[in-house]
C-alpha cells in the first residue's frame, strides 16, 4: 500500500505537466516561439548573449542570423569559462553542474546543467511515466529499476562546478525525489563508485533484494542483458550476501556508505532457482522500457526473450543535452516530440531549417536544438524520421547519426 500511495502521489504531481504538453501539443508553432523567445529575454545579458545580439532578436529569422549553428567543439570556450567559475557566461542561472557524456568521436563532453534544464526534462518526462502508469497500472504498487553509469571518468583539471550526476540534476522534481527513492530497487548513490565491478555486483544485489520490481527503465538493452548474465558469475556470493546483509567486495573503502538489510528468506527462495531463471526471480516484473532502434533491435528481442510476461516499451530520443521525444504507449512509431521542453530546428536535405509545425510525414532531418542550459542552435548529431503524428506533434524515429562533411 505504501509504495502504491508514494507512486500516486508522483503521478498526481505529474498532471500539471502532461495537461501543459498535452495542450501544447495542439499548438506547435506557438509553444515553440514561446520557448525562443524566453532564452532569449533570459539570457540578453549574458556574455553569449552579448556577443550575440540576443537584445535585437525579433524573429526565428533574427536568430538564425545572429547565431550559427554549432557542435560541441565551438561551445567549448564558453563551458571552459564555466569550469573556471566564471558566472553569467551562456545563462543568467547558475550551473548545477557539468555533465559528462561522450561524442559521437568518443570524446568526453562537459553540458551545463541549470535548474531550467532540469525543468525541461521534467516537462518530458511527466507525460511519459503518467502515460506509463496508466498502461500498467500494477506497477505503481511495487519497485522500480532505474538504470544509472558509474562515474568512470577522471579529470585532471579542477573545476568550479561540480562535474557529474547531482541530486539537484536529476530530472524528478526535488519536491517529491525522497518519495521516489523509497520505490527505487536500486539506490542512485551507486553512480558514485569509481569500480565497475563493484557498481555491477551491488546493482546485482539489490535487485535480488527486490521482491516486488515491476518496472525497469534502462537505456541500452544490451547493458541489461550484460549485466543479467553475470549473475551466473556471482550467483552464490549474492544469495550469501543476501541472507547475511553483508557485502563481500574488496574495495571497502569506495562501499561504506551502503547496507542491505539481512534477507535469509528471499535468499533461501532464490536458491531453489538457477541464475537464468528471471522470470521466478522477478515473477513480478510487467514492464521494461529500453531503447529499440538502430543498434538496439537484437539486444531488445533478447531482453523480450529473457522476461516473456513483460510488456517492452522503446523509448522515445533522449541525450544528455536535450529531451526530445517520449513513448505513448507500445505502439513503436507513437512517440512524439517533447514540444515544451526545448526549441528545436531539423535541416532537410537541402540545409533548410525546419520548425516544427513544418516537419512532413516520411522526411528525414539532422536535429538541432536550443535548451535552457546554454546550448543554443546546438548541433546534436541525431537524425531522425517522421513516422507518424499525435495531435498536431510529428513522431520521430531515430536513424541514426548524420554524415559530416
Not at 137 to 159: C, D, H, R, T, V
Not at 338 to 347: D, G, P, R, Y
Request: glycine letters at 6%; charged letters at 20%.
Amino acid at each position: 500500500m505504501l509504495k502504491t500511495a508514494i507512486n500516486a502521489l508522483w503521478y498526481l504531481g505529474n498532471i500539471p505537466n502532461t495537461y501543459v504538453f498535452k495542450k501544447a501539443a495542439l499548438h506547435p508553432e506557438r509553444t515553440q516561439s514561446t520557448k525562443l523567445f524566453q532564452y532569449i529575454k533570459n539570457n540578453a545579458s549574458t556574455q553569449f548573449g552579448q556577443q550575440h545580439n540576443f537584445e535585437h532578436i525579433k524573429t526565428f529569422s533574427d536568430y538564425q542570423k545572429y547565431v550559427p549553428i554549432r557542435g560541441y567543439n565551438d561551445f567549448e570556450p564558453w563551458i571552459q569559462k564555466v569550469i573556471e567559475g566564471k558566472t553569467h557566461i551562456l545563462t543568467i542561472e547558475s550551473v548545477l553542474c557539468l555533465m559528462p557524456t561522450s561524442g559521437v568521436t568518443g570524446d568526453i563532453k562537459l553540458i551545463p546543467y541549470t535548474q531550467g534544464l532540469q525543468k525541461e526534462f521534467s516537462l518530458g518526462v511527466a507525460p511519459w511515466i503518467n502515460n506509463t502508469f496508466k498502461l500498467k497500472p500494477n506497477i505503481m504498487g511495487g519497485s522500480s529499476y532505474w538504470s544509472i553509469a558509474p562515474s568512470l571518468i577522471e579529470f585532471n583539471q579542477k573545476s568550479a562546478v561540480k562535474i557529474g550526476y547531482t541530486e539537484k540534476s536529476s530530472y524528478i522534481s526535488s519536491k517529491i525525489h525522497g518519495l521516489i527513492n523509497s520505490v527505487i530497487a536500486v539506490p542512485n548513490s551507486l553512480i558514485k563508485l569509481h569500480s565497475i565491478d563493484s557498481f555491477n555486483y551491488l546493482t546485482l544485489l539489490y535487485l535480488l533484494a527486490c521482491k516486488d520490481l515491476r518496472f525497469v527503465s534502462v537505456w541500452h538493452p544490451y547493458y541489461f542483458s550484460q549485466l543479467l548474465k553475470q549473475l551466473k558469475s556471482y550467483w552464490q556470493l549474492l544469495l550469501n550476501d543476501l541472507a547475511t546483509g553483508s557485502i563481500s567486495l574488496d574495495e571497502k573503502h569506495d562501499i561504506n556508505e551502503y547496507k542491505i538489510e539481512p534477507m535469509p528468506k528471499r535468499s533461501e527462495l532464490l536458491a531453489k532457482f538457477t541464475a537464468d531463471q528471471y522470470t521466478r526471480i522477478w515473477p513480478e516484473l510487467s514492464l521494461i522500457s529500453c531503447w529499440g532502434e538502430e543498434n538496439s533491435v537484437y539486444a531488445l528481442k533478447d531482453i523480450a526473450n529473457k522476461f516473456p510476461q513483460a510488456v517492452i516499451q522503446e523509448k522515445g530520443l533522449i541525450a544528455t543535452e536535450a529531451f526530445i521525444s517520449l513513448p505513448l504507449g507500445v505502439n513503436q512509431n507513437i512517440k512524439p516530440i517533447s514540444i515544451n521542453s526545448h526549441f528545436f530546428e531539423f535541416i532537410n536535405d537541402k540545409g533548410q531549417s525546419k520548425l516544427v509545425h513544418e516537419l512532413r510525414l516520411g522526411e528525414e532531418y539532422n536535429l538541432v536544438v536550443s535548451t535552457a542550459g546554454g546550448l543554443y542552435r546546438y548541433f546534436l548529431q541525431d537524425r531522425i524520421k517522421v513516422v507518424d503524428f499525435f495531435l498536431n506533434l510529428p513522431c520521430l524515429k531515430f536513424i541514426g547519426k548524420p554524415s559530416i562533411d
